[in-house]
């Protein structure tokens, strides 16, 4: 329960999928003040596993690219119209 676990969950029910989290790996790229850090998931979805990537200086957004990356992985995912957006 964190950060990561908080932004994972708003991308689950934003998008209306339930998936579960199989890996979660971080490692960093390069070093100092402005390091990148690389994120790898694996999650699981109707007995399938799905892994993603994400590359950031902010863990929480490398985090979320590397779900999103996963869930694009996804066929019921990769093929939903976007919601329209109300002004």
């Not at 790229?29 to 007995?47: F, I, L, P, R």
């Amino acid at each position: 329960d964190g950060p990561v676990a908080a932004a994972f969950s708003a991308v689950e029910t934003a998008l209306e999928i339930d998936v579960v989290l199989r890996n979660f790996d971080v490692r960093n790229v390069t070093m100092g003040e402005d390091a990148q850090g690389d994120v790898a998931v694996s999650v699981e979805y109707e007995n399938q596993e799905y892994h993603g990537n994400g590359l950031h200086t902010d863990i929480i957004e490398a985090s979320v690219r590397a779900l999103l990356q996963a869930l694009n992985r996804v066929p019921s995912v990769a093929h939903v119209e976007p919601a329209p957006v109300s002004a």
